[in-house]
């Protein structure tokens, strides 16, 4: 056989292989009207435009490619559709690049035939009450981008295998009851810039090179168990804007190399058992910072640094610290006394401030009323 024709050959079979499944045999349309059929009467009523064996002719929510051969996309977010995944047939979808069924109200597991969808770049399955384990098999799909599984009742270990992603920039698990630690393999990303486990059970340290210190642009950790001291190489993350680390069990001072932060905007470190003096390296961070957050912790605040910080924040908490310096701070729970500082005029920027249970006298300076960005102030129990 000529060389022209085996090529030809060749092609002719990588064009039917992109194109299955194909709408037209009725297959796809059948696993979707199945899966609509479970779901619950108003859940039904809702997806009433799936009728006919073309969804991609106009069933809503449902999105082809250019030839309107293959489904591509299924976008079914703030449905409130009811039910489950376990007549969803993913081996018969195989072609799905996105698939969004974000806050619904669907329950049970997610399956672990989900590794047929091998094209698969976006994921969402938050603000469900999805349950069970996040299946192993999601590490499968080696295309994922955007992977929003946050706001589930999902538990166990978050799986090694995840970290494996490399195309992976967003990964949401916040918001389950995910326990154990945070997987070793998470130092392996290359392209992650939104990396969200917060309010979960997760334990153990911090990675010291979580996500990519040359990607990572968001890291929020707060509201689990971690224990340890902050990684001193999270001073190396470049494009890092937020880092809430709050409502732990982190241990150890504060450490310098969060200086090194240029372009940090959101610092969050209240309720741990960090110790020692708050870094004057910090105010590095002055020009850029709009929250700072140290609150119910062991360290001792310095007065200077911290009053050169608040200066362009939004909104700071330093409460339940032990304050050190010659002049009182805005800060709540520390025994403070004497007159409220003339200087807090000054801080323009400044959203929300917290005075309360203090032992301040005196009359509110005349200079407040240049807080012109103040939403909130506490200055009860004094």
Same mark, same amino acid.
């Given at each position: 056989?000529?060389?022209?024709?085996?090529?030809?050959?060749?092609?002719?079979?990588?064009? =039917?292989?992109? !194109?299955?499944?194909?709408?037209?045999?009725?297959?796809?349309?059948?696993?979707?009207?199945?899966?609509? %059929?479970?779901?619950?009467?108003?859940?039904?009523?809702?997806?009433?435009?799936?009728?006919?064996?073309?969804?991609?002719? @106009?069933?809503?929510?449902?999105?082809?490619?250019? /030839?309107?051969?293959?489904?591509?996309?299924?976008? *079914?977010?703030?449905? /409130? =559709? !009811?039910?489950?995944?376990?007549?969803?047939?993913?081996?018969?979808?195989?072609?799905?690049? %996105?698939?969004?069924?974000?806050?619904?109200?669907?329950?049970?597991?997610?399956?672990?035939?989900?590794?047929?969808?091998?094209?698969?770049?976006?994921?969402?399955?938050?603000? /469900?009450?999805?349950? #069970?384990?996040?299946?192993?098999?999601?590490?499968?799909?080696?295309?994922?981008?955007?992977?929003?599984? #946050?706001?589930?009742?999902?538990?166990?270990?978050?799986?090694?295998?995840?970290?494996?992603?490399?195309?992976? &920039?967003? *990964?949401?698990?916040?918001?389950? $009851?995910?326990?154990?630690?945070?997987? @070793?393999?998470?130092?392996?990303?290359?392209?992650?810039?939104?990396? &969200?486990?917060?309010?979960? !059970?997760?334990?153990?340290?911090?990675?010291?090179?979580?996500?990519?210190?040359?990607?990572?642009?968001?890291?929020?950790?707060?509201?689990?168990?971690?224990?340890?001291?902050?990684? #001193?190489?999270? #001073?190396? &993350?470049?494009?890092? +804007?937020?880092?809430?680390?709050?409502?732990?069990?982190?241990?150890?001072?504060?450490?310098?190399?969060?200086? $090194?932060?240029?372009?940090?905007?959101?610092?969050?470190?209240?309720?741990?058992?960090?110790?020692? @003096?708050?870094?004057?390296?910090?105010?590095?961070?002055?020009? $850029?910072?709009?929250?700072?957050?140290?609150?119910?912790?062991?360290?001792?605040?310095? &007065?200077?640094?911290?009053?050169? *910080? +608040?200066?362009?924040?939004?909104?700071?908490?330093?409460?339940?610290?032990?304050?050190?310096?010659? +002049?009182?701070?805005?800060?709540?729970? /520390?025994?403070?006394?004497?007159?409220?500082?003339? !200087?807090?005029?000054?801080?323009?920027? =400044?959203?929300?401030?917290?005075?309360?249970?203090?032992?301040?006298?005196?009359?509110?300076?005349?200079?407040?009323?240049? *807080?012109?960005?103040?939403?909130?102030?506490?200055?009860?129990?004094?």
């Amino acid at each position: 056989m000529k060389l022209s024709k085996i090529i030809l050959l060749f092609s002719n079979f990588i064009l =039917l292989a992109d !194109q299955q499944p194909e709408i037209g045999n009725n297959t796809v349309a059948q696993t979707l009207l199945n899966w609509r %059929s479970s779901l619950d009467d108003e859940s039904s009523k809702l997806l009433s435009s799936w009728v006919g064996p073309d969804p991609c002719k @106009s069933w809503v929510g449902i999105g082809c490619n250019k /030839n309107n051969i293959t489904i591509t996309s299924i976008s *079914l977010e703030n449905f /409130n =559709l !009811q039910g489950n995944l376990d007549l969803f047939d993913f081996s018969t979808l195989s072609s799905l690049e %996105s698939l969004n069924l974000g806050n619904n109200q669907l329950t049970g597991p997610i399956r672990s035939e989900i590794r047929y969808l091998r094209r698969l770049k976006d994921l969402n399955f938050s603000s /469900n009450q999805l349950t #069970g384990r996040i299946p192993l098999e999601l590490g499968e799909l080696r295309s994922l981008e955007n992977l929003d599984l #946050g706001s589930n009742d999902l538990d166990g270990q978050i799986p090694i295998s995840l970290g494996h992603l490399a195309h992976l &920039y967003f *990964l949401d698990l916040q918001e389950n $009851k995910l326990s154990g630690p945070i997987p @070793s393999s998470f130092e392996n990303f290359t392209n992650i810039e939104y990396l &969200y486990l917060q309010k979960n !059970q997760l334990t153990g340290p911090i990675l010291p090179n979580i996500g990519n210190p040359r990607t990572l642009i968001d890291l929020r950790l707060y509201d689990n168990f971690l224990t340890g001291s902050i990684p #001193g190489p999270i #001073g190396n &993350y470049t494009r890092l +804007v937020s880092l809430y680390l709050h409502q732990n069990q982190l241990s150890g001072s504060i450490p310098i190399a969060l200086g $090194k932060l240029k372009t940090l905007l959101d610092l969050a470190l209240s309720v741990n058992i960090l110790t020692g @003096s708050f870094p004057e390296e910090l105010n590095n961070l002055t020009m $850029k910072l709009e929250t700072l957050s140290l609150g119910s912790n062991r360290s001792r605040v310095i &007065y200077r640094p911290i009053y050169a *910080l +608040v200066d362009r924040c939004f909104s700071s908490r330093f409460e339940g610290n032990q304050i050190t310096g010659n +002049v009182t701070d805005a800060l709540s729970y /520390n025994g403070l006394t004497g007159g409220l500082p003339q !200087q807090f005029g000054g801080l323009k920027m =400044l959203e929300t401030l917290n005075i309360s249970h203090n032992n301040f006298t005196g009359s509110i300076p005349t200079t407040f009323n240049g *807080l012109f960005s103040l939403t909130m102030i506490d200055i009860s129990y004094n």
